[in-house]
Nanobody, 114 residues
């Protein structure tokens, strides 16, 4: 059974930081590309950041320079460090694992507000 379990979502003030984690089980983690997506109210889900099995990284333009994605294959975990958070970063953040099949986590809420 494949599971992706996100954690770290919270309420934070603008300019603050959060670190999200996604622990994977049931997959050969090192072979999967891992990504973080988000869905804001009234918007479609969008890619935030992704890291390939070989470590190649790409970011959405809106988060470049503020967010950092990383992975620890020994811990089967992918991380998203979010700095200089803005109200428009408010969303449910989802972890994604993609290889032959694609899997999704249940999501974690990030709210950026005073």
């Amino acid at each position: 059974q494949v599971q992706l379990v996100e954690s770290g979502g919270d309420l934070v003030q603008p300019g603050g930081s959060l670190s999200l984690s996604c622990a994977a089980s049931g997959i050969d983690f090192s072979t999967y590309a891992m990504g973080w997506y988000r869905r804001s109210p009234g918007k479609q889900r969008e890619l935030v950041a992704a890291i390939s099995s070989g470590g190649r990284i790409n970011y959405a333009d809106s988060v470049k320079g503020r967010f950092t994605i990383s992975r620890d294959n020994a811990k089967n975990t992918v991380y998203l460090q979010m700095n200089s958070l803005k109200p428009e970063d408010t969303a449910v953040y989802y972890c994604n694992a993609a290889y032959v099949f694609t899997y999704w986590g249940q999501g974690t809420q990030v709210t950026v507000s005073l």
